[in-house]
């Protein structure tokens, strides 16, 4: 059983940055395969970016690639995403996912577990 928190949301003008965490419970952290997904209003849960297990993969939703960046620290055991150059399109509920099995995905239901998100609110 994992548990997921995330933390460091808020508003932010366009263009700004903000760097979101994901702390992980559990000690079969580093085994997960972690990922991000964000929700819009009146939208569908959509892929950000994943970084497997190891962390020597990682992939980005056209969106966000180049300005977002995904990282793990398995000593504590949480995950990041810096979000650069922030959009007024950026902003949604971001939610932290692991996946125990796999190849590491950016499909929602092949992961497992789900924080409970975190908005982040871009101002034009």
């Known amino acids: 059983q994992v548990q997921l928190v995330e933390s460091g949301g808020g508003l932010v003008q366009a263009g700004g940055s903000l760097r979101l965490s994901c702390a992980a419970s559990g000690r079969t952290f580093s085994t997960y395969n972690m990922g991000w997904f964000r929700q819009a209003p009146g939208k569908e849960r959509e892929f950000v970016a994943f970084?497997?297990?190891?962390?020597?993969?990682?992939n980005y939703a056209d969106s966000v690639k180049g300005r977002f960046t995904i990282s793990r620290d398995k000593f504590k055991n949480t995950e990041y995403l810096q979000m650069n150059d922030l959009k007024p399109e950026d902003t949604a509920v971001y939610y932290c996912?692991?996946?125990?099995?796999?190849?590491?995905?950016?499909?929602?239901?092949?992961?497992?577990?789900w924080g409970q998100g975190t908005q982040v609110t871009v101002s034009s």
């Open positions: 970084i497997s297990w190891g962390g020597g993969s990682t």
């Open positions: 996912a692991a996946q125990a099995t796999g190849a590491a995905s950016h499909i929602a239901r092949d992961y497992d577990y």
